[in-house]
């Protein structure tokens, strides 16, 4: 019988009885790779073959001319590029880290602590996760209007601390802590900073993986907030710049290297991220759910 694993569901050994596992999903992960490849090659393509017709998979004399092109663009507006990124790297950090620490304080108040209300609470967290960004655009903007913290940095950080899904992959896990484990370190005197940061977040490391991994994501891809928030150039992130390369010249044509050499600077963190951190978010889901 094989011993026991823990949380762990990667295995540690190669075995022949996985070849059928293999032949599948080799396949299918170089199907779902090719979109990666064809975003690599497409950063790098001149402008002939960016409006070849058919269009090329693979780039065939490439060119670091659309990366020149996006920063001298960038150093002739009245913004640089350069401040857009800092925009985003700050708020992504600031957001990834209250989200965190957040969700898991929250998380282990509704899972092992009993107060009034608690229940209710748990239910609302469940039923947002119905709701997509859309279906709550014009009370968001009320929230934020009324808040006061319009054409500020806030209105980047605050309305993304709300994670629903982190919150719930969160609880979901504290549940599968023994409840005994939490009394007997009550027993031995220890408060609640003390469980919180001694036994709580050593356990979680695959849940706080997952969660920040989706704050990133969600932070880091948003246009929505310089759009709809934030007046002032100089606080809008690279997203919303990215979104805006391929018009700002006054010629499409021009700014379609722009666009491609900025959707690689956007994407590469996010595959950085996820290939670093993968395993946690396995480990995450497949336990998500068990008790």
């Known amino acids: 019988m094989a011993s026991f694993q823990g949380m762990k569901i990667n295995p540690k050994r190669y075995h022949r009885s996985q070849l059928k596992f293999y032949a599948v999903l080799i396949p299918l992960a170089i199907f779902m790779g090719l979109p990666i490849v064809y975003i690599f090659n497409h950063a790098f393509k001149p402008i002939d073959e960016l409006f070849a017709?058919?269009?090329?998979?693979?780039?065939?004399n490439p060119t670091w001319q659309n990366f020149k092109n996006l920063f001298s663009s960038a150093?002739?507006?009245?913004?640089?590029?350069?401040?857009?990124?800092?925009?985003?790297?700050?708020?992504?950090?600031?957001?990834?880290?209250?989200?965190?620490?957040i969700g898991t304080m929250a998380g282990y108040a509704l899972s092992k602590k009993e107060f009034r209300g608690k229940y209710v609470i748990n239910e609302i967290n469940t039923v947002s996760l119905m709701f997509v960004a859309t279906a709550v655009a014009i009370p968001r903007y009320l929230v934020i209007e009324n808040l006061g913290i319009i054409n500020t940095f806030w209105a980047h950080i605050l309305p993304a601390l709300a994670l629903p899904v982190g919150l719930f992959l969160i609880k979901q896990n504290i549940d599968q802590i023994p409840d005994e484990v939490i009394e007997a370190a009550?027993?031995?005197?220890?408060?609640d900073l003390t469980i919180y940061f001694r036994i709580i977040l050593p356990m979680l490391k695959p849940a706080i993986a997952t969660v920040a991994i989706l704050a990133f994501q969600a932070t880091w891809n948003n246009v929505e907030v310089s759009d709809l928030y934030i007046n002032n150039e100089e606080l809008k992130t690279f997203a919303f710049y990215m979104s805006t390369l391929s018009s700002q010249q006054g010629n499409t044509v021009a700014g379609q290297g722009m666009s491609a050499a900025a959707a690689l600077i956007m994407f590469i963190p996010n595959l950085v991220i996820f290939i670093f951190m993968q395993k946690q978010v396995m480990d995450t889901m497949a336990h998500s759910g068990i008790k």
């Open 53 to 60: 017709f058919p269009p090329t998979f693979i780039v065939q």
């Open 75 to 101: 150093n002739s507006n009245s913004t640089p590029m350069l401040r857009y990124l800092f925009n985003s790297i700050v708020v992504c950090s600031v957001v990834v880290v209250l989200t965190v620490i």
């Open 186 to 191: 009550v027993v031995d005197g220890a408060g």
